[in-house]
C-alpha cells in the first residue's frame, strides 16, 4: 500500500508593509518613478520643475510584501506659502517614512547628502537608499559606477527597477498588509480629477499659467453614464484666465479633453466633463485659499 504524500505544513512567510518616501529636489524623476514601480500611470508627470503638490500614494503588492510608495512634493527653497506648505509636506512624509528613496539624476552624480539637501538639523531616522534616475543618459561603465553606492534606474527602459524593489523589500517591516492587495492607490477620484487637469494645464501652457491654475471639483456623479463631473479652474489674474481659455475656446476645450483620456483611463468608463473658469487673486498666498485646496496652513506661517 502506497503511503499518501507528505504534507506541506510549513507556515507562510510573514507579510511585510511599510511606507516608502520617494524623496529629492525637484524635477528628478519623482512622479515617473513611482508609475514604474506599481505599473500604471497614476502620477501626474510634466518635464518642468515642482508639479507635484500634494503627495501621491502607489501601491505594489507581491507575494508577502506590500511596497506604499510616497511621491512627495520636490525639496525646494520656498519662495511663498504654497511652496513653504510643498516642502512642509515633504519633510513631513520624509519624517514618517519607514525607508527613504533618495532621488538624484545619474548624470548629476554623485548625489549630495539628504539631510544637506533636505535642510534637517539632523539625518532622518529611516534609512535612505540613494537611486540614481535617468540612468539611460549615461554610459554602461557610469552605470556600474553609480551602482556600488546605490540604484541607477530608468524609468524609460525599466533598468534597475527589479534590483531595487528587492532592496526595498528587505528592509520594510514585518507588518500586516494595510491595503487590499488589488488596490493601486489610496487616494479618492475626486483627487485625480484635479492632477490630471493640472497635468493637462502643464502640458498645453506656457511657464506661468500652471503655477497659478488649480482646480476644484463641484459636482461627481459616479453613478451616472457617462460619470458627470463638473470642475472651477482658478488661476490668480484676469489675463491668465484669457490664456487658459484660449482663442475661441480651443485651449479649454484641449485640456478637458486630455483629462477626460485620462479619467476614462481610471475608471474604465466614459466621462462627461464640465469646465468653468474663475479668477481667485494670489490664492497661492492666502491661508484660507490653501486650506480649501487641501493645503492646511500652520499657525506659524504668515
Known sequence: MTSPAPQDTADPAPQRCGHIALAGRPNVGKSSLLNALIGSRLAMVSPKPQATRLPVTGLRTEGNVQYVFHDLPGLLDPGYLLQERLRALALDGVQR????????????????????????????????????????????????????????????????????????????????????????????????????????????????????????????RES?????????????????????????????????????????????????LETWVKVLPKWRRSPAALARFGFPVDTKES
Open 97 to 220: 517614512a519607514d525607508l527613504i528613496l533618495h532621488l538624484h539624476p545619474a548624470p548629476d552624480a554623485p548625489a549630495p547628502d539628504l539631510t544637506l539637501v533636505a535642510g534637517m538639523p539632523a539625518p532622518p531616522a529611516a534609512p535612505v537608499l540613494t537611486v540614481y534616475t535617468k540612468s539611460d543618459l549615461v554610459s554602461p561603465e557610469r552605470i556600474a559606477g553609480l551602482a556600488q553606492d546605490g540604484f541607477p534606474v530608468s524609468t524609460t527602459t525599466d533598468s534597475g527597477l527589479v534590483p531595487l524593489l528587492a532592496a526595498i523589500a528587505q528592509r520594510l517591516p514585518l507588518r500586516p498588509f494595510e491595503y487590499d492587495p488589488d488596490d493601486l492607490g489610496t487616494q479618492p477620484v475626486r483627487f485625480f480629477v484635479v492632477e490630471y487637469l493640472r497635468e493637462a494645464a502643464f502640458e498645453l501652457l506656457g511657464d506661468e499659467v500652471p503655477y497659478a491654475f488649480t482646480a476644484e471639483v463641484d459636482e461627481f
Open 224 to 272: 451616472s453614464d457617462p460619470v458627470y463631473i463638473r470642475a472651477t479652474l482658478f488661476v490668480e489674474r484676469k489675463t491668465q484666465k484669457g490664456i487658459l481659455i484660449g482663442d475661441r475656446g480651443r485651449t479649454i476645450k484641449e485640456l478637458g479633453r486630455l483629462s477626460r483620456i485620462r479619467l476614462e483611463e481610471l475608471l474604465g468608463q466614459r466621462v462627461y
